[in-house]
């Protein structure tokens, strides 16, 4: 539930990940647009585009406990991988999602890829999963 220390755990078990930094500490490392996330939640409810330090100044008056982070990828790149594990065997199943003006989900397509379910099925097993998480990412380079 929180973006920050899921990065963390990303970045300490040798995932890749996307550059990311408090808010409040962000000066100017990324290039933009960057993207704004409240640290704590799910989903993509109240994250925000910036395009320039005046967005950012903006952002650091009205949200506490916020993340910037690098924008990887393409939208038509885009994905959601379903996990389940019972402690023992991992599965995934993979979305390809595409998506609205609003960045919601209008259309999914299930793909195979070996590079995303071996990720995928990884992160699990770092993570000692007993039960069943949904990740999102993009593919990039």
């Known amino acids: 539930m929180n973006k920050y220390e899921t990065i963390c755990f990303l970045k300490r078990h040798g995932f890749p990940y996307p550059k990311t ?3 409040s500490e962000f000066s100017s490392e990324l290039e933009f647009p ?3 996330k409240p ?3 799910r989903g ?3 994250v925000q585009m910036c395009y320039n330090e005046d967005d950012i ?16 990828g393409d939208p038509d790149n885009e994905y959601t991988v379903g996990i389940f594990s019972d402690g023992k065997t991992v599965t995934s199943i993979i979305f390809r999602r595409y998506l609205d003006e609003g ?3 209008k259309f999914a397509e299930l793909i195979s ?3 995303i379910d071996l990720l995928a099925k990884n992160i699990a097993r770092a993570c000692n999963l007993v039960g069943s998480i949904n990740m999102q990412g993009r593919e990039n380079k």
Request: hydrophobic share 30%.
């Open 21 to 23: 930094y408090h808010l």
């Open 34 to 36: 960057v993207l704004i």
């Open 39 to 41: 640290e704590s939640g």
């Open 44 to 46: 993509s409810k109240g």
């Open 57 to 72: 100044n903006y952002f650091r008056k009205k949200y506490d406990g916020a993340v910037v982070q690098e924008l990887l």
């Open 103 to 105: 960045g919601r989900t």
């Open 113 to 115: 890829n070996h590079e």
